[in-house]
């Protein structure tokens, strides 16, 4: 029974390494649901007034998490719930304090297939 439980937990990621989604069906996705206002994918691009954008770059973010384990489950719920501004740990390279609460913009699955994308990212 635990062995099962611990197969159904690792679906998702299996499934994301086994077949890595399509690009631009991700960055559709990012799109729709708001993410690309505050983020961008590569490292060093600027935002309003020469500003470092809103939101950490998603190369950076696959950059910082990789091999953590607990990344998929933990972003995923950053990006529904948010996150807390007296906790940000991306001072420099986003001018945003926080994430909003994006619940009501993205689907939990739709938040947990994004945020397998952006950690399979690599920086060049």
Do not use: F, R
């Amino acid at each position: 029974m635990t062995a099962l439980a611990g197969i159904a937990l690792l679906a998702p990621a299996l499934a994301l390494a086994a077949g890595k989604p399509n690009d631009d069906a991700m960055l559709k996705l990012a799109t729709t649901s708001g993410c690309m206002t505050c983020h961008h994918i590569e490292p060093g691009g600027k935002g309003p007034e020469g500003l470092p954008p809103i939101g950490p770059a998603w190369k950076d973010v696959a950059a910082k998490y990789k091999g953590d384990k607990t990344a998929l489950s933990k972003l995923t719920q950053t990006v529904l719930k948010g996150s807390n501004p007296y906790e940000s740990h991306w001072k420099g390279k986003a001018s945003g304090l926080a994430m909003p609460p994006n619940a009501v913009a993205i689907k939990e699955a739709d938040a947990k297939q994004l945020v397998g994308w952006i950690l399979q990212l690599e920086s060049k």
